[in-house]
């Protein structure tokens, strides 16, 4: 079983357009994140989720939006897309928000590229 | 701001050993951790260090120091499938991760 599954893993489309990459995990764990892996390998922390509520926005552009239905799913929705959202999205999980040093669970990954 | 510093990339020979060093600078400080990413695969934890000192599990070691803001990361016994970059984050006083750029360490046989 896969604890922290994304799917779609290979994405390409074209500028202008929206899409949407999933997330769930099967791990129990209180809360999720997505970061962006772009070109030079820095991995930057978009959104984190506890128990449904957003703690953690960093600066990310209003054209990406996370949903997350439950507990166990995570959801990016990028609208209008640009060149420079080209990049590998992972969504991790960890156990517990703030007061707890659990480590990180990543999903494979979702590689977006925007033409 | 805050910053975490790591070499590059670095190169070793397969059964040797070889020492990654990371250091930063965040508003404070509740943790460090290593990954380990193969190329196109997502990041897998190695190791966690909160406490002064070494912690070692098996082949790999990984070592704080709180007062310089320094690790390292030590690989022992070098394997070609340790050919992969490694991630130095540190937890600040947020609980949040800050991400080092990553060290590209290449194995040759």
């Known amino acids: 079983d896969t604890a922290v599954s994304q799917t779609p893993k290979y994405l390409v489309t074209q500028m202008g357009n929206d899409k949407s990459i999933k997330c769930e995990q099967n791990l129990g764990h209180d809360t999720m994140y997505w970061y962006k892996q772009d070109s030079k390998k820095f991995l930057k922390i978009m959104f984190s989720y506890n128990n449904k509520e957003l703690i953690i926005n960093e600066t990310v552009p209003n054209r990406f939006s996370p949903k997350s239905p439950d507990k166990a799913h995570l959801n990016l929705h990028i609208n209008s897309l640009e060149l420079g959202d080209s990049a590998v999205y992972f969504c991790a999980s960890r156990p517990l928000a703030g007061g707890d040093t659990g480590e990180l669970f990543f999903g494979e990954g979702s590689r977006l590229t925007v033409l | 701001g805050q910053n975490i510093d790591q070499p590059t990339e670095m190169t070793a020979t397969e059964g040797a050993i070889v020492q990654i060093n990371c250091t930063y600078q965040?508003?404070?400080?509740?943790?460090l951790f290593w990954y380990q990413q193969h190329a196109g695969e997502a990041p897998t934890f190695l190791s966690y260090n909160v406490l002064d000192g070494l912690e070692e599990k098996g082949r790999f070691s990984s070592f704080l120091s709180r007062s310089k803001g320094y690790s390292y990361l030590l690989l022992k016994e070098l394997q070609m499938k340790d050919s992969a970059s490694y991630l130095c984050a540190v937890l600040d006083s947020n609980y949040q991760l800050i991400w080092g750029a990553g060290t590209k360490l290449i194995i040759k046989p």
């Open positions: 965040t508003s404070g400080f509740n943790g």
